[in-house]
T-cell receptor, first 115, second 113 residues
Framework: SAVISQKPSRDICQRGTSLTIQCQVDSQVTMMFWYRQQPGQSLTLIATANQGSEATYESGFVIDKFPISRPNLTFSTLTVSNLSPEDSSIYLCSVVGQVNQETQYFGPGTRLLVL | AQSVTQLGSHVSVSEGALVLLRCNYS??????LFWYVQYPNQGLQLLLKYTSAATLVKGINGFEAEFKKSETSFHLTKPSAHMSDAAEYFCAVSEEGGFKTIFGAGTRLFVKA
């Protein structure tokens, strides 16, 4: 399975600011995804990060609020813009490998608290 | 459309007792099914997956799950609970392999000494 790292692991931000989260994978992967896990809840897919093109967003998520980049097959960033307390969540990066495309693997997550 | 229902947001068992976490799914095509575990302050770790091979799937840490098409279920079991099993468990379904995975609400497992 792929080894996935995320930076930062946690952060505390003021409302109105933005936070950029990095996801790095130790091997080339087919697909990269970004999920949100709000306190005490399950995972919700934000978007699919497409290499070299605009991300594909799920219903309820927009590019202005959650801009995503994926410059290559091993790296992606998610920015959470214009932060409000409601954005306090865990943000998780996940990947599907090039060889084994049956399973998603997850990074350790970034814990965001917005004051 | 695919969906997942996990019965019971909290399950409490004694150490050494049977663990049973329930999951029912809905899918218009033969699904891929997964169980993930999330330990406190960590990401998700894959426990096991069903991909249309054997209906009884064995995973890590002594867990296993049985795919029952007639019941649209994929319950997770472990014969003897250990304190280290205390965590949040998520059942997930996908109609496209590792893509567009839908997660259940999660079940928090408590293990009593």
């Amino acid at each position: 399975s792929a080894v996935i790292s995320q930076k930062p692991s946690r952060d505390i931000c003021q409302r109105g600011t933005s936070l950029t989260i990095q996801c790095q994978v130790d091997s080339q992967v087919t697909m990269m995804f970004w999920y949100r896990q709000q306190p005490g809840q399950s995972l919700t897919l934000i978007a699919t990060a497409n290499q070299g093109s605009e991300a594909t967003y799920e219903s309820g998520f927009v590019i202005d609020k959650f801009p995503i980049s994926r410059p290559n097959l091993t790296f992606s960033t998610l920015t959470v813009s214009n932060l409000s307390p409601e954005d306090s969540s865990i943000y998780l990066c996940s990947v599907v490998g090039q060889v084994n495309q049956e399973t998603q693997y997850f990074g350790p997550g970034t814990r965001l608290l917005v004051l | 459309a695919q969906s997942v229902t996990q019965l019971g947001s909290h399950v409490s068992v004694s150490e050494g007792a049977l663990v049973l976490l329930r999951c029912n799914y809905s899918s218009s095509v033969p699904p891929y099914l997964f169980w993930y575990v999330q330990y406190p302050n960590q990401g998700l770790q894959l426990l096991l997956k069903y991909t249309s091979a054997a209906t009884l799937v064995k995973g890590i840490n002594g867990f296993e799950a049985e795919f029952k098409k007639s019941e649209t279920s994929f319950h997770l079991t472990k014969p003897s609970a250990h304190m280290s099993d205390a965590a949040e468990y998520f059942c997930a379904v996908s109609e496209e392999g590792g893509f567009k995975t839908i997660f259940g609400a999660g079940t928090r497992l408590f293990v009593k000494a």
